[in-house]
């Protein structure tokens, strides 16, 4: 079985009279210690693909299967533990907590977890050795993103999942982060499934599933990854 | 504005209701609370100044010492500002039943041609008396709920000395209505000069029931009054105050009409009718002095008479005295000489007792002495023999131990005895023998020789003295032979010799020795054998002296022995003698007495005559002076009589002469001022609280309008890009708060003006008796709310808003960047920082971040702890009055009040009744007078004031506790001043050592306060009896007891009241179980504001701590989604944010507590009516109740958010930067 198995998963809202299906049934594999990539454009379903593969969401039909335990069922306590313990979020907007410095914004989040990484150490491992004690207003969008994904992986999390890490980066920190990411899993053989919309980013991946309208149209394992150096948009 | 914008506010009211509704509720709860309370006041003055002018209350009313006549009132009329006037009559009497309570009738003014009504009463029921035995009784205080129309209301016959029936044509009348008058607006009815002092109640009367031809006061109405004039102020009151002057002159004048018209007549009546009683008085002496004078010869005869009689039996009884005397003399010689000899006897026997134990213990004491000495002399005895033994086996040893020697001795005696007879007797005889023999030999020899010696010198021939040579050789050989025996000879003669030497010497050496070695021992064996012979010696001589004195011992002993028995024969015979001696002595005695016995018999038949001839003789001279008595007392009685009416009468008239008319205004009435200082201090009240209310309410207004329109930002980017004009866009926010203010206002003030005056207003209503509250809305103080409620809403909103405009669009669309993280000055303090744990840390951060919103909140939380602790506060300070007032300061149960007459001595028989009842347990007598006090500069005024003079006995301590309130130190009464109690002190603002002047019945008096005691019902001014004869020159006149009561219970109370009214000098009695009932129902009134100000303040509470944690939430939306998303479970993340709130609301309670003691203090301040002071502290409970109770609040808020921190939507939040 792969690690992270979707299986004709549906999501759909209701806004009003009208109902949205923003996943439609929707099955893919991603093997563990991959690099995928979720690429479609904007409204694609990717982001609600993601939520609900972080349990942040629910989904209405089908079922999710990460690291053999079925979450498409789990109630709202059960998906908090699996949030807690499996999965590593990194946000386009790194949703860093202003108040705390980088290595308390860290701290917040392995201090809830039993099996987790030093804070210093895990902003060493992003190349943030420096700046422990600085507030997120003090450090650049790079920088802020480093730490949210030094957040993410304090926490030894079995999956990291990336919502747009760079959408809020200029192209160089950009490629930094996603270096970052592939080194991460590289070394560390964790999974990472990251969404963009951006195509460029594609061949840096292991997986490329690609979503429309709320499908994946394709599903490609890509046998010979490019370095992110390489990648150009 | 486009209506796409207006669909975009409604829209947005509808999206945010809660927080829409939030604001409108804080705007209605302050603006209502402070426009409700606000209206209290002015309401209420305005109820009053309706009432008074609708019904006429009398601006003015006229006394006089001698009353008013119908010109007197003509008079009235003419002067300037008078409106109207008009003359009536009142009496003060007691009403029917136990208590001894006084009602005031009265005739009242009504309406016709010529006149207006003044003091209109208001029918409650029924109507007024329109004709003589009718009565229309007071509404409020005649509260024996089961008397009604057509019940007949009856009044004792008598009041004090006087006969009701000399004022009133009738003591029963018919009830015919219920009235209430503007002249008592609360429930005082003013004081008298009757009874116990203090008026009940009030009644109409018809004026046809009053006897006397006099009127007794008039009401005067003023221009200052009527149509629409204000009355209740300053300007009035001395307005009206300025008239007096007017109306004194008018009374002086009037007096002389007085004199003229009414006084001479009298005068000359009074006279007459003295002149008749004094020639009655005469008349009626004559008569008495001619019988008095029978009665005293009598009197002269009988006594004569007597004393005849009575010599006789005094010489008899003389006599027979004597024969007493003598024979108890006898009796006494007898015993005397008994004694004496028994006496005698006794030392006789003593002593030989004495000499009898003296002989014994001489005889035990020889005896042990000889045993003594016999045993000392055994002992010496023992010690003696055993000396001597130990002297024979020293002996013994000694010669066992020199045997050996002294054979040896012998030994060597033997030897050289030997040796010496052989010396002696052998070898010298022998040698001597031999060397004679060779001796002679050897001379031979030499004579031999020389001759040949002498030959050879002569021989010339060689041969031949070869010859003779070989010759003499020969003779030399020989000669040396012999020579050699001889020394060989002497030689065993001296060896012989030495041999004997030798064994002498050894002989003598050994003696030596043995005479050395024995003669130690020898010399101590010589010595012991010496002391022993002493030894025996003294034994020897001791036991002879030993039998010499126990020989003369033994004698002494027996000699004494001897005269003992002597000494016990002699007292046995003395015995013999004292016994015939006895027996005959009182046989004499015996027949002396019989014959004494005798005497006595007839003396005392003698007596018995004389007695009964006596007392015949004394009941006639009785018969003739009681009958005298009688007839002088009747007499006396019906002059006494006569007297006295003439007296009164003349006293009377004497108070009539110069009269004086006396002037009162509206503040006179009772309960008038109380009213309008009531209504001042409610308004005092509603000036702080509400407005800290109000602040409270506007602060989170102000704070929850910015934070809505702050949130709006993008929209308000999002308009202007679009290019709506500000003015369009700002309307929006406009409206939303104004509507929301609007909304506010209008329901806050609706419900605040329909309930918080009705409610205070009832309150106040069990104090007094007014009529239906008409709320006016206090127009400057409403729009002072509206006001207060648009700043900080519609304003704020306008500026924060204005200042989002000032941005340009592309920049608000942009966030606001939240607010960045900074480094708090704890964390400078590395020794409490690096302690902290990591939530610690971040809360600690978070407080100091959003400092407005903590400064909101804890501002917000303190006002409404502050507010519910004032609340309970209240509570505690009225409640603790009963406790303390009736606990610990007065532990009496009733007083009694007693008749004005009587003396002390009365008065304590009256006290002795009352404590020996079998209810009460002790008992005083004391004073009290209403009087009036002033502080000594006069600014201060205190009418409501009782003058107190325990007479202070034992008892006093069950009954009463002067103390000090903080300290509870008790106070002493001394005689050097006077204690006042404190909220008197306060009143009259003196201290400790001021100077009070108070006045009692028109004379004033200056007394120091030596000190303030702790009481809060009713103001006194405590002097000691001493204190008050020095003040008025006289001593007190106690009319009232305090007593404590063994069991209280209803039935004692009923039994003991009923026993005290049984005296006739006791008026009436009262019960202070009734005073706690009454003082219950007055603040039970107070109770409702309480219970007002509490629910207020919890909904302030509930309101601004909803607000504040929903802009704390909405606040950090993303950050609360953030640490979800991380996989904090629901509790851990409101436990994130909770903290900080938690943390907050405690110290909001704790400044709120502290907060709450300064409000409390000052509205406990305020609301205190002139009688009553409340207690200051506020219970530890109180404290406990407001924190849970906030805490409480708090807690529930914090639940209703729980929900809305679950409902956070992560993926929202998240989605993108708001």
Request: aromatic share 8%; net charge negative; proline share 2%.
């Amino acid at each position: 079985m792969s690690f992270v198995d979707f299986k004709n998963v549906y999501k759909r809202y209701k806004m009003g009279e009208v109902t949205i299906t923003a996943v439609d049934g929707i099955s893919f594999e991603i093997e563990k210690g991959e690099f995928a990539v979720i690429v479609g454009n904007s409204g694609a379903g990717k982001t609600t693909v993601l939520n609900i593969l972080g349990g942040m969401d629910s989904c209405d039909e089908g079922t999710i299967v990460v690291g053999g335990n079925d979450i498409s069922r789990l109630d709202e306590h059960d998906l908090a533990t699996y949030r807690r313990y499996d999965i590593g979020f990194v946000f386009q907007f790194y949703n860093l907590v202003p108040n705390l410095t980088a290595k308390e914004n860290v701290e917040l989040a392995s201090q809830i977890c039993k099996d987790h990484k030093d804070a210093s150490e895990a902003l060493e491992s992003v190349g943030l050795g420096e700046r422990l004690h600085n507030f997120p207003s003090q450090l650049s969008g790079g920088e802020q993103q480093r730490v949210s994904i030094a957040r993410a992986l304090a926490k030894k999390p079995k999956l990291l999942l990336c919502d747009e890490p760079t959408g809020a980066l200029d192209y160089n920190t950009g490629k930094q982060i996603l270096k970052l990411l592939q080194d991460t899993c590289r070394s560390e053989g964790m999974t990472v499934v990251l969404i963009t919309h951006n195509q460029a980013i594609t061949p840096m991946a292991d997986r490329i599933i690609r979503m429309k309208s709320g499908k994946v149209i394709s599903n490609i394992v890509n046998e010979s990854p490019t370095d992110v150096d390489l990648i150009e948009w | 504005m486009t209506s796409s914008l207006w669909k975009n506010v409604l829209k947005d009211i509808s999206k945010t209701k809660a927080r829409f509704i939030s604001i409108m509720l804080i705007v209605a709860l302050g603006v209502g609370f402070f426009t409700g309370i606000k209206a209290v006041s002015p309401s209420m003055n305005h109820t009053a100044e309706n009432y008074y002018r609708n019904n006429d209350l009398m601006d003015i009313r006229l006394l006089s010492t001698v009353g008013f006549s119908d010109k007197d009132v003509e008079e009235v009329k003419k002067l300037p500002h008078v409106r109207d006037a008009a003359a009536s009559y009142y009496t003060d009497v007691i009403m029917e039943g136990d208590a001894g309570q006084i009602i005031r009738l009265y005739s009242d003014i009504r309406e016709n041609e010529n006149q207006t009504a003044i003091n209109k009463p208001l029918i409650k029921e029924g109507r007024l008396p329109e004709k003589k035995g009718e009565i229309a009784l007071e509404n409020a205080n005649f509260n024996s709920g089961n008397s009604k129309i057509g019940d007949t209301f009856r009044i004792e016959p008598k009041v004090g000395e006087t006969d009701v029936e000399d004022i009133l044509e009738s003591t029963e009348y018919t009830v015919v209505g219920f009235v209430q008058s503007p002249l008592y607006v609360s429930f005082e009815r003013g004081t008298t000069n009757v009874g116990s002092g203090d008026i009940h109640m009030f009644g109409i009367i018809s004026e046809d029931d009053f006897k006397s031809d006099r009127y007794s006061q008039i009401y005067v109405l003023t221009d200052y009054s009527g149509d629409s004039k204000d009355t209740i102020n300053k300007e009035f009151d001395s307005a009206v105050e300025a008239l007096e002057p007017q109306f004194k002159n008018l009374g002086l004048e009037r007096a002389k009409y007085f004199d003229v018209e009414y006084l001479n007549d009298a005068k000359k009546d009074l006279e007459e009718a003295q002149k008749e009683l004094d020639s009655e008085k005469d008349k009626a002496g004559r008569e008495l002095s001619e019988a008095f004078e029978k009665i005293n010869d009598g009197q002269k005869e009988y006594d004569e008479k007597i004393a005849g009689a009575k010599e006789t039996l005094d010489n008899a009884e003389k006599d027979i005295k004597n024969g007493e005397e003598e024979i108890k003399k006898g009796w006494e010689d007898y015993n005397s000489g008994i004694a004496e000899g028994e006496k005698q006897l006794e030392t006789a026997r003593e002593l030989l007792k004495e000499g009898q134990a003296q002989l014994k213990s001489s005889r035990s004491e020889f005896n042990t002495k000889i045993r003594e000495a016999e045993k000392q002399l055994n002992e010496a005895e023992r010690e003696y023999n055993s000396g001597l033994a130990e002297y024979n086996r020293a002996v013994t040893d000694f010669k066992t131990q020199t045997l050996t020697a002294r054979l040896a001795l012998s030994a060597l005696k033997t030897n050289y005895d030997n040796a010496l007879n052989k010396y002696e007797n052998i070898t010298k005889p022998a040698c001597e023998a031999i060397i004679g023999e060779t001796q002679r030999t050897l001379d031979e020899i030499n004579a031999e020789l020389d001759s040949l010696k002498e030959q050879y010198e002569n021989s010339e021939s060689e041969t031949e003295k070869l010859y003779i040579q070989a010759q003499i050789d020969i003779y030399e050989t020989r000669k040396s032979a012999n020579q050699s025996i001889i020394d060989r000879e002497n030689k065993r003669l001296e060896d012989g010799k030495n041999e004997v030497d030798e064994a002498k010497k050894a002989l003598d050496e050994a003696t030596e020795e043995y005479n050395k070695q024995t003669a130690e021992p020898q010399r101590q064996l010589d010595e012991a054998k010496e002391q022993l012979d002493s030894a025996k010696a003294q034994i020897d001589s001791g036991r002879a002296e030993l039998q010499e004195q126990k020989a003369a011992g033994e004698d002494q002993l027996a000699a004494a022995q001897q005269q003992l028995n002597e000494s016990q024969a002699a007292i046995t015979a003395a015995q013999t003698e004292l016994s015939s001696r006895k027996t005959e002595g009182r046989q004499k005695l015996k027949d002396s007495e019989a014959e004494l016995e005798k005497a006595k018999e007839e003396l005392k038949k003698g007596k018995e005559e004389f007695e009964k001839q006596k007392a015949e003789g004394q009941q006639k001279l009785d018969d003739a002076r009681e009958e005298y008595e009688s007839k002088k007392l009747e007499a006396e009685g019906k002059l006494e009589d006569a007297q006295a009416k003439i007296d009164k009468a003349a006293e009377t008239l004497e108070d009539l002469e110069n009269p004086e008319w006396y002037f009162f205004t509206r503040l006179d009435n009772p309960g008038y001022q109380s009213l309008i200082d009531d209504t001042t201090r409610i308004d005092a009240v509603a000036t702080v609280f509400p407005l800290f209310f109000l602040l409270v309410a506007a602060l989170v207004c102000l704070t929850t309008m910015t934070r809505h329109v702050e949130e709006k930002r993008t929209e308000i980017g999002t308009l202007k890009a679009l290019g709506y004009s500000n003015g369009a866009i700002k309307t929006q926010y406009i409206f939303y708060s104004a509507g929301a203010a609007l909304l506010g206002c209008v329901l806050g003030i609706a419900i605040g003006m329909l309930t918080l005056p009705k409610v205070i207003y009832n309150a106040y209503g069990i104090m007094y008796e007014l009529i239906d509250l008409e709320v006016i809305v206090p127009v400057k103080i409403t729009i002072l709310g509206v006001i207060a409620a648009f700043v900080s809403t519609t304003l704020v909103a306008l500026y924060t808003c204005q200042k989002s405009l000032r941005e340009k669009p592309a920049s608000l669309m942009r966030p606001k960047a939240p607010k960045i993280g900074r480094r708090i000055l704890l964390e400078k303090i590395p020794f409490i920082w690096d302690r902290m744990n990591f939530t610690s840390k971040v809360t600690a951060r978070n407080i100091m971040r959003y400092k407005v919103r903590f400064f909101m909140t804890v501002i917000g939380v303190a006002g409404c702890t502050a507010l519910i602790l004032t609340g309970f506060g209240l509570k505690n300070s009225i409640s603790a009055i009963t406790d303390v007032q009736f606990g610990e300061i007065y532990t009496y149960d009733l007083t009694v009040i007693l008749n004005e007459e009587g003396t002390l001595h009365q008065k304590t028989a009256v006290l002795d009744y009352v404590k020996n009842s079998g209810f009460v347990e002790s008992a005083m007598l004391e004073r009290q007078a209403s009087i009036s006090a002033s502080n000594e500069k006069g600014t201060n005024k205190l009418d409501d004031i009782y003058l107190y003079v325990p007479q202070g006995s034992e008892d006093m301590k069950d009954l009463i506790h002067f103390r000090e309130r903080k300290t509870k130190i008790p106070i002493e009464l001394t005689d050097d001043g006077a204690i006042l109690t404190e909220k008197a002190a306060n009143s009259l603002g003196v201290d400790v050592g001021d100077t009070v002047i108070f006045e009692d019945d028109h004379k004033k008096y200056t007394v120091t306060v030596s000190n303030i005691t702790e009481n809060y019902i009713g103001n006194y001014l405590i002097v000691s009896p001493e204190c008050y004869r020095e003040l008025y020159g006289k001593a007190p006149l106690f009319n009232m007891i305090m007593a404590k009561m063994t069991e209280v219970t209803d039935e004692n109370e009923s039994k003991l009241g009923a026993k005290c009214l049984d005296n006739d000098d006791i008026a009436a009695v009262s019960f202070i179980s009734g005073s706690i009932d009454n003082f219950l129902d007055t603040i039970k009134s107070l109770d409702t504001v309480i219970l007002v100000l509490i629910i207020c303040a919890g909904l302030l509470a509930v309101v601004v701590l909803y607000n504040l944690t929903n802009i704390n939430i909405a606040e950090r939306v993303r950050e609360i989604a953030t640490i979800k998303v991380l996989g904090f479970y629901n509790g851990e993340t409101c436990a994130f944010v909770y903290r900080e709130n938690i943390i907050l609301t405690l110290c909001g309670i704790i400044s709120g507590l502290g907060l709450g003691i300064i409000l409390h203090r000052f509205v406990i301040i305020t609301i205190e009516i002139n009688k009553t002071m409340f207690s200051r502290t506020i219970e530890p409970e109180s404290f406990i109740l407001a924190a849970v109770l906030t805490a409480v609040f708090a807690a529930l808020v914090n639940f209703i958010m729980y929900f809305k921190i679950k409902k956070i939507d992560m993926v929202e939040s998240l989605k993108s930067i708001e």
